[in-house]
């Protein structure tokens, strides 16, 4: 069996290959009738649907070019005449996969909005601000098309393009904001959204952060964040567990900052910049697809810094995070898309294969051998169960410990995606059926790419129960009411098209005893 550095790294590739999957570019739409708004910093130009417009390519922050390399987020400057909004504006740099060929384009720091028809100055609506995925190295806030959650839930939407990769989370001695610039971006833009959301009849009174995967976990740490407090009033958490650690490769994590350090003084030395007398000058002159080809595959935020005090799991164990409600949930079957690439890549999950595979996870004396008696193979077909160790060890138990420091102190809904026929984010036939796989739920709150899933009538409905409850706690710090299942704060409640219902048996179906124990 190969080592745990080649499994982590399939397992980063696999993300790769998901966001590809699920976020194709919608064909290029014929022209629409075109809106305008207002802001403080100049007029925007957008479209027009039925129901809703959207506002494209937003800037909330200088583009971070030059000598704004690896700095704060500086403000925007204002335009004059009409800015045109109507297409979204390049991603922030990142290799090919979602962002079909990639981008190199520094300039990114862009928001995109989506709100319903018929803004009420008097009565103005709940906003969303979500922080899409991908591991800290992709993604794109474009890639959401948030229009059913918008006009259901009437909210207005905000999706957001942060610093990613060695650009965004970079630690260098001497660099202030080392190892957090990204994180410092999606306050910028948290700060843009209290300023100027009333344009499009936000309410900046009424802002919940959400996001999933690195954009859930990127929600944990600006809970635990000083320079956080007062830009958001709810969260959103969706498979970006808080408690989750560095030494499981999977979920998202901070590392400290000294970490941090010494993976910025490889790439410094990669692109050829460790012997020159000023470092950060050097960095900063280097190209972009340099950069991305010499970062690592996995990138982290930092702790231990200004913005990033504390490890947001030691932070929240502690108490110390920003009072608000949060709704926060995990997939049932988390773990099985990275256990499906992995096994395609050649690497077989057998009864004999499987102790090799599980210690080269968890390599402490005596914890293979006791995962492997939780956790039996038999025959020939492992990959379930390796996905299995993968989600309960990685997502379902870190988010049910998140789930109960949070409620020690501020009111916390806990859900489990459960559809077992959530529609694939892959093409091809994976070695085994996936269930619901980390991201699953994601087509249920949006048009991944600007295209609808195919969903059955019972999928749809759920799809609807789904927006119903997110934008419900946007509204109310709450996801439950009268035209919704009972979601009641002691269980977890089960997402599923043939049964939206509390569950109390998730931990116990997840090992969470065995994870938990000392």
Known sequence: ???RRVLTTLGCALSAVLATAWTTTAPTPAPRPVTEVRTDDGVLRGNAHDGYRTFEGIPYAAPPKGALRWAAPRPAAPWHGVRDATRPAHACPQAAGEVPGGSTDEDCLHVNVTAPDGADPAHPRPVIVWLHGGGFTT??????DAHRMAVRGDVVVVTVDYRLGALGF???DGLPGSGTFGLADQQAALRWVRAGIGAFGGDAHQVTLAGESAGGYSVCAQLASPAARGLFD???????????????PFAPSSAPLATARAAGEDLTAKVGCGGAR???ACLRRVSVPRLLAAQDTDQQPAYDTPLLPADPAAAITAGRYHRVPVLIGSNHDEGNGWAAGIIQAGNPVTAETWPDVVSAFFPAPGQAEAIVRAYPV?????????????????FACPTARTRTLLAAHVPT???????????????????FPLGAPHASELPYLFDLGGRPRDLTAAQHRLADTMIDYWTRFARTGSPDGPSSPHWSRR?????????VAPTRTADLRHHCAFWDAP
């Open 1 to 3: 069996m190969r080592t």
């Open 139 to 144: 993604g794109a806030g474009a890639s959401y």
């Open 170 to 172: 970079l630690a260098h």
């Open 234 to 248: 709810r969260a959103i958490i969706e498979s970006g567990p808080c408690t989750g650690t560095p030494d499981h």
């Open 278 to 280: 000023d470092a950060l």
């Open 378 to 394: 038999h025959g020939t077909d492992g990959g379930p169960v390796f996905g299995a160790v993968i989600g309960d060890a990685d």
């Open 413 to 431: 809904w806990r859900y489990e995606f459960a559809d077992e026929h959530a529609p694939p984010l892959t093409s091809g036939t994976p070695p």
């Open 491 to 499: 269980t977890v409640q089960s997402l599923a098209p043939d049964r």
